[in-house]
């Protein structure tokens, strides 16, 4: 199991592999989560090449919390034998 740091952005190759997904299927989810105002990208070069980084806007890790909130309410629910 990947256990994440708690972090204010992150750098896209470090997402892309922390998720195990391709680059087309991150970056047409980061458009869609920025789109809908969950999440900042911000490009920046380093060590000569462009670099892509995302953030989590207040608007989107109140959407975060409130998933995990729901998906909690919803385990409680589902009997463990």
Known sequence: ????????????????????????????????LEDAGYLTVRKSALEGRTRTWAALTDAGRAAFAGHVAELKRLAEGVPID
């Open 1 to 32: 199991m990947t256990r994440w740091k708690v972090t204010t952005e992150v750098e896209f190759a470090a997402l892309r592999d922390g998720l195990g997904v391709s680059d087309s299927v991150l970056s047409k989810q980061l458009k869609a």
